[in-house]
């Protein structure tokens, strides 16, 4: 545990935020090692193996934001901004706040359209 503040003056609920926290970036580099050494390898068997193991990781992770969705009202608020969205991701916030150009782009981003905006006057 990395512990900034003194550990006795933090609450039970901080705490825990920085067990999952630290938890979460356990799982992201297990995620790492195991996708490189399935990159690397020569041996099918032992790919499948290792993409098996960082499959497995990739749940936990996840399960993990999931914690800190449910738990974090500023997590829940950005993994509703960005997450299953499709415009390009440095846009998504812009759209979701409504700044220039949000409207058009909005409208077009699931509807097939060219993106060249509303012609509706």
């Known amino acids: 545990m990395s512990y900034y503040e003194p550990y006795s003056e933090l609450s039970d609920a901080a705490r825990e935020f920085d067990r999952v ?4 970036v356990e799982e992201l580099d297990a995620i790492n090692l195991y996708n490189q050494r399935a990159d690397v390898t020569k041996d099918e068997s032992v790919r499948a193996l290792t993409l098996h193991n960082r499959n497995e990781e990739i749940e936990h992770a996840v399960m993990l934001f999931e914690w800190l969705r449910r738990s974090t009202p500023e997590f829940d608020a950005q993994m509703k901004t ?3 969205t499709s415009p390009p991701i440095t846009e998504v916030e812009e759209i979701a706040t ?3 150009g949000a409207a058009d782009q909005a409208e ?3 509807s097939g359209s ?8």
């Open 82 to 84: 960005y997450l299953f």
């Open 114 to 121: 060219l993106g060249i905006g509303s012609l509706k006057k």
């Open 108 to 110: 077009s981003a699931g």
């Open 21 to 24: 926290i630290q938890s979460l």
């Open 98 to 100: 409504g700044g220039a």
